[in-house]
């Protein structure tokens, strides 16, 4: 009775949508991957697990256990099972925006509350669901997403697994990503997708800096890394706000002044942010917005981690003394600690 309730609940839990269909792929599909998933333990005791793969399971159970001995985050089974799903993302994030707003659709899930994407394990059923929202006239992207965090509640059915879409990333990329998803356990705040989102990426480049403490050349290659997406998060929020600045005009004026901003910036890729043209060609109200969820509060989280001594458990329950109060009032006191003196670092990939 208690594994049914718990499947009933983490189904629920996923789904992010009032449709049976939605519903059921959202189970059926965590169910594929748990299924998929075996103990790291098992990997490396199998003949058949090729070595390159054996050294990366091992490299990440170092980081797992850094995690709980370092970070202060969470002691459980999370990323100590290992999955192959032989595709490169594990789902499929639709997010919208309507024509002249940088603000995201929400979708509502049970005991998570809302957030601006929807997850589909199928990548044609994603791009259905965006071929709807686009003749309902939302401005939409269907993302790879390699990771997902299922809040702590998979715990009973084995955790959140490492997966083949993220356990090859540069070492420096590895190791933030598993502090990000971990984060979202220790402290995650329902219908705040912009706090989630910038409190675990914060956690990530702190973290991962952490880790890498003493690998000199892992290092300089994440932070080479770091300074490439910096560049180009530069560009995209000016854009952002030439967008805000397009939208605030009379109506009349607003898709003209829209396109020039957006040729503007794809003029200016190739000199400012070289590697990001892809981006930007595609880029639409629904890509800015994602940006700013995750990119706009994580100077403040990095000085909340600085005023609580750099000390992580200081930091994770100051970080949760703010979930009761109302997202304004979050986000004015976040606002309040941005006097540090350094430029805001870049956000990490979506994952969810």
């Known amino acids: 009775m208690i594994r049914r309730l718990a499947w009933l609940l983490l189904a629920l839990a996923l789904s992010g949508c009032s449709t049976l269909s939605h519903w059921s792929q959202a ?30 399971l091992k490299l990440s159970q170092q980081m797992r256990d850094f995690a709980v001995q370092h970070l202060a985050l969470p002691d459980n089974n ?9 595709r490169d993302a594990v789902v ?31 990548l044609a059923r994603a791009r259905t669901e965006a071929e709807a929202l686009q003749a309902q006239g939302w401005e939409v992207q269907v993302l790879p997403v390699p990771a997902y965090s299922t809040l702590g509640w998979s715990s009973l059915l084995g955790g959140d697994p490492l997966l083949n879409t993220f356990l090859n990333y540069p070492e420096g990329e590895l190791a933030g990503l ?16 912009g706090f989630n989102e910038a409190y675990a990426s914060a956690v990530e480049l702190l973290g991962a800096r952490a880790w890498l403490a003493d690998k000199p050349e892992a290092a300089r290659a994440f932070e080479a890394g770091r ?7 530069q560009l995209a929020r000016e854009g952002r706000e030439q967008l805000l600045a397009a939208y605030a005009r009379p109506e009349a004026e607003r898709a003209a002044v829209k396109a020039a901003v957006l040729a503007a910036l794809r ?15 595609r880029a639409n109200n ?12 994580v100077p403040a989280f990095e000085r909340l981690f600085e005023c609580e001594g750099r000390d992580w458990a200081r930091f ?36 969810r």
């Open 78 to 86: 999370s990323y100590r099972r290992y999955a192959d799903l032989h």
């Open 27 to 56: 189970a059926g599909g965590h169910l594929s991957v748990v299924r998929a998933a075996r103990p790291v333990a098992d990997w490396l005791a199998d003949p058949a697990t090729p070595p390159a793969l054996a050294e990366r």
């Open 286 to 297: 629904a890509s800015f917005a994602l940006l700013g969820a995750y990119d706009e509060l």
């Open 227 to 233: 300074a490439r997406r910096a560049a180009f998060l």
């Open 267 to 281: 003029e200016r890729v190739p000199r400012e942010a070289p590697g990001y043209e892809g981006w930007f060609a």
């Open 178 to 193: 598993i502090f990000h998803e971990l984060a979202h356990q220790r402290v995650y705040v329902a219908d705040d997708t």
């Open 316 to 351: 994770h329950a100051a970080v949760a003394a703010l979930k009761p109060l109302a997202a304004a009032q979050r986000r004015a006191n976040l606002r309040g600690l941005e006097e540090s003196t350094h430029e805001p670092d870049p956000a990490p990939r979506q994952t």
């Open 92 to 122: 499929w994030n639709v997010v919208a925006a309507a024509p002249y707003s940088l603000t995201l659709k929400t979708w509502c899930y049970p005991l998570m509350g809302c957030a601006g994407y929807q997850g589909w394990f199928d």
